[in-house]
């Protein structure tokens, strides 16, 4: 298998961390070799939380600059600070209302580096399902609904449901299923 890079980005409270076990457990479930890391210094406060997670025959946690295959990313922002991070022909998937654009100063370097970037209203669906704290789980299903990557959507929910507390699990599969159709659907 060849190596895939994923690099997770927010701000503190977003769950970052809880999406990067759930990418990183369905890949032990496989039987992948996984290396992680996480940097998230001001996170209690609200401040930037990145995640890097390689799955493959890695010899190191670190993504390099431009080698992600995958960015996931829960706020814009922050999206737009961890760009640097994508590889040409990344994938981009950003919680951001489908009417808002990336920003026109950016779109020419997605353009230029071939980046497919993917808008979803993580933090709308999750909230208008009862639970506006499970914005990760939205993004993770809408993003597992393109087969990017060698994780299924299949895999990611029974690993859902093999991690989440008791209390959150139906909660947890009922928002990540969301995202799932609606990314199946190609409508945010």
């Known amino acids: 298998m060849e190596n895939v890079n994923f690099v997770l ?52 946690s670190l993504v390099r600059a431009g080698s992600a295959h995958i960015l996931l990313a829960l706020e814009e922002d922050e999206a737009y600070r961890s760009l640097p991070f994508l590889s040409r022909g990344g994938s981009l998937y950003i919680n951001a209302p489908a009417k808002a654009f ?54 990611l929910r029974q690993t859902i449901d093999q991690v989440s507390p008791d209390r959150f699990r139906e909660i947890n599969l009922k928002i990540f299923d969301l995202g799932f159709e609606k990314g199946s659907k190609g409508t945010p």
């Open 102 to 155: 990336v920003r026109e100063e950016v779109r020419p370097y997605l353009d230029r580096m071939e980046i497919v970037c993917r808008l979803f209203p993580a933090s709308e669906t999750a909230a208008a399902s009862g639970s506006p704290m499970a914005s990760n789980l939205a993004l993770l299903g809408f993003f597992a609904a393109f087969q990017n990557g060698p994780i299924r959507g299949d895999e």
């Open 9 to 60: 980005s927010g701000l503190g409270g977003q769950g970052i961390l809880f999406m990067t076990k759930l990418l990183a457990q369905a890949a032990v479930n496989k039987g992948l070799k996984i290396m992680a890391a996480e940097t998230h210094g001001m996170a209690q406060r609200g401040g930037s939380v990145v995640s890097h997670l390689r799955i493959g025959d890695v010899a190191g």
